[in-house]
């Protein structure tokens, strides 16, 4: 009540009563007379057995004690006082230092808040947006930067990425349940080379370190088409993953499943387009059946050495010029009376071993069909080409006008003036 | 015939001033040479449509593959592959040629067009029953659109036959062109079209003209004109080499008078052949000509390019340097 009235001031002094009288029972011994300072803190930050068990003893859940007293001293409060033979000396030279109250120091709870607030133990880094990889905080498609040089090679230029990430155990009869690291990362130096391992290990940092190590040393070199795409278009499996994979003009861009991406990435090719048939998609898979696709691409000179003809390659932008790109190396070029009538010489079909993949059919939104979307696609037709149409007008008149607006405006002008 | 005289559109037009050139303060950025707007000296038509002329504007343009079939300006496509014997890519050559030579067809050179507003019939009694014009436009298909019927009802009565601006407009409201804008864009107007030369951007214009405008619209012949005279002035000749437009621009440069700058070009790029073609064309055009009597049909060609230094060159003295230095060069490859 003291407390309201100081507050209020002189507003409430009418409001001050008699304090209310009560009885507070008092006991000799409590639980914190009991239990020592050592037990008490033990009970709030420690973790039970069974919590233990579960692990909130450890990793990201552990909760961590903070040591609040952390910057007290002894003698030391919210009032500055000096008091001698405990924050002071009793005596200083021939003088007796008495009790004092000095000037409060401000900034005392300022320093205070500040050392408690100060971080201990391990914090997170931050990593940019864009190094985050495919999601959150998992470490797949993630890059680590180069492998370990080996002897004088420095891996300058190469990049490797973490395609996957995760946890295996195994159990045993005399160790138990024990858990290890597994990682697989590619590495390669966006120019052709590349190379994937994997890694084991107690702990993620040395199963990445494994890996990225392992793959450095298992690295083969891919052909590709003017350093930007494939060779030709073909179909890959392995395991459970089967790929389509198409040759894709300059600007066309990474069209693929994640991991296909990152190979690509740091293989060097720039313009794909994958598409990916798994149904269980194994990392693994996906990685062997695209290398292993790339490895068996077919080069021009082959297919001319095969049926001893001119490749001749014909491109939109160069005006469908016939331009040979493989003539047969050692023999002559067939004549038309040489070839059998019946001899495939469709390239994508030669090139692919005579078969050639059906692309799945590209699925329409289910609404397409529907009457009400037909209803909206006749009213919105007329609107379609408004904004172009605003913006054409905006440019010619500076407003939004027509020639039939500014006829009437002319015609008002001349009204006005003939009646004036 | 019912289905014919039904297709018809009705259309009201804005004032003449404005219908026309859409823009009234727009004008073309040259005057026109008199040779390309009335036949009183010449007829630029059938010389351009004569056989000998044809022949040497197409050996000046000459056909050099590498820059009729160069990277174009378009989205990057997957290449595609044929397997071909000698024979058969013998013959695709032969097309690529072929199309080679259709991309090299010469936009025809015309004369300024005439007036075309013949009244056909005046109707005092319609007089005032409309504030505006109306326009009857023949939208059926299979007439040529220089032909197409269009017709005007002026609001005093009289139906004639539309200008040629309000053809144009017409025909590009109902039978719209996608290359052509229904306004003539600004670049075809100072001071933006001098800013486009001076970057060099020739056939850009040119080409953009012949998309834009009939051959015989003024605005066509006043921009290539003038993109014409840049060129020379520049000596950016090779620019517009194996394009279809270096023909119309030696026939332009013969007609004016104005072949200098072309002439020094052709020498100092060993082109002696090209340049006596270029003296041959310019006796063709101008027949009563002083280097004309100078030679014959035996004369070699270096006859005739030391008949024109002699008789016709402003430069003399540039152009004799060129021929000097050219001649060095055939003795020295000779010796």
């Known amino acids: 009540m003291f407390r309201i009235a100081s507050l209020t001031g002189q507003f409430c002094r009418m409001s001050l009563a008699p304090p209310i009288q009560v009885h507070l029972q008092n006991r000799s011994t409590s639980f914190f007379s009991k239990v020592t300072a050592e037990h008490l803190w033990k009970g709030v930050t420690s973790v039970s057995n069974a919590g233990r068990k579960r692990g909130r003893a450890s990793g990201s859940s552990r909760k961590m004690a903070r040591d609040l007293n952390r910057g007290q001293v002894l003698g030391v409060g919210k009032i500055n006082m000096v008091w001698p033979g405990l924050s002071a000396p009793a005596i200083r030279g021939q003088e007796i230092i008495r009790q004092q109250k000095l000037e409060p120091d401000p900034e005392r709870e300022k320093r205070l808040t500040a050392l408690r607030n100060k971080h201990v133990g391990v914090r997170r880094t931050k990593i940019a947006p864009l190094d985050r990889g495919w999601s959150g905080g998992k470490a797949g498609g993630r890059y680590i930067g180069p492998p370990d040089p080996v002897g004088d090679e420095n891996f300058e230029g190469f990049k490797s990425c973490v395609v996957k990430m995760g946890m295996v155990f195994v159990m045993r009869g005399n160790t138990g349940r024990t858990r290890q690291h597994k990682s697989i990362v590619i590495v390669g130096n966006g120019n052709g080379l590349i190379g994937f391992a994997q890694g084991k290990a107690g702990d993620a940092r040395s199963a990445l370190r494994k890996a990225k190590n392992g793959a450095a040393k298992n690295l083969v070199y891919i052909e590709r088409f003017e350093n930007h795409t494939v060779l030709h278009d073909f179909y890959t499996e392995y395991g459970s993953c089967k790929l389509i994979v198409k040759k894709k003009q300059r600007g066309y861009g990474l069209v693929c499943q994640r991991v296909v991406r990152e190979l690509c990435k740091v293989i060097g090719i720039k313009d794909i387009f994958v598409k990916a048939d798994a149904r269980r998609m194994n990392t693994l898979s996906v990685i062997r059946a695209f290398l292993l696709g790339l490895h068996n691409q077919r080069s021009l000179q082959s297919v001319a050495d095969e049926k001893r003809l001119h490749v001749v390659e014909f491109r939109e932008e160069y005006g469908y010029f016939p331009k040979v790109v493989a003539s047969p190396k050692d023999e002559p070029v067939r004549t038309a009376e040489e070839i059998n009538p019946n001899e495939e010489l469709d390239f994508n079909m030669i090139i692919n071993g005579g078969r050639l993949v059906m692309m799945p059919k590209k699925k329409t939104p289910f609404y397409w069909n529907l009457p009400g979307y037909q209803i909206y696609l006749k009213k919105t037709d007329p609107l379609k080409n408004h904004r172009t149409t605003h913006l054409r007008i905006l440019k010619r008149y500076g407003a939004l006008k027509s020639f039939l607006t500014i006829r009437e405006e002319e015609e008002q002008k001349q009204a006005s003036l003939k009646s004036s | ?335």
């Open chain 2, 1 to 335: 015939m019912a289905g014919r005289a039904c297709a018809r559109g009705l259309f009201g037009l804005r004032p003449l001033h404005n219908a026309s050139r859409n823009m009234s303060t727009l004008s073309p950025p040259k005057k026109l040479d008199p040779n390309y707007v009335s036949t009183e000296s010449m007829d630029v038509e059938r010389l351009f449509l004569h056989a000998d002329v044809r022949k040497i504007l197409k050996k000046l343009t000459g056909m050099d593959l590498n820059r009729i079939f160069a990277l174009r300006k378009q989205e990057n496509s997957v290449p595609s592959y044929k397997l071909m014997t000698d024979e058969e890519l013998k013959q695709a050559y032969a097309k690529a040629l072929k199309r080679a030579e259709f991309t090299l067809r010469m936009p025809p050179v015309m004369r300024k067009r005439v007036p075309c507003e013949a009244i056909i019939r005046k109707d005092p009694g319609m007089q005032g029953a409309e504030k505006h014009k109306f326009v009857f436009t023949d939208i059926s298909y299979g007439i040529p659109d220089r032909s197409r019927p269009i017709v005007v009802r002026e609001p005093n009565g009289v139906l004639r036959n539309a200008s040629w601006e309000e053809r144009d407009q017409m025909l590009q409201t109902y039978l719209t062109r996608p290359e052509r804008e229904s306004r003539t864009p600004p670049m075809f107007t100072e001071p933006h079209l001098t800013r486009i030369l001076d970057k060099g951007w020739y056939i850009f214009v040119l080409d953009r003209a012949c998309a834009q405008f009939e051959p015989d619209d003024e605005w066509f012949i006043a921009v290539t004109h003038r993109t014409y005279d840049h060129i020379s002035e520049k000596s950016a000749f090779d620019v517009v080499r194996s394009t279809r437009h270096f023909g119309p621009m030696c026939l332009y440069l013969a007609v004016v008078k104005n072949g200098d700058k072309l002439m020094l070009e052709l020498l100092t790029t060993n082109r002696l052949e090209d340049a006596a073609a270029f003296v041959r064309l310019l006796h063709l055009v101008h027949p009563e000509s002083r280097s004309a009597g100078e030679v014959d049909e035996k004369s070699s060609a270096m006859d005739f390019v030391e008949a024109y230094i002699k008789l016709e060159a402003q430069m003399k003295a540039k152009l004799d340097l060129a021929l000097q230095s050219y001649n060095d060069q055939v003795q020295a490859a000779t010796a």
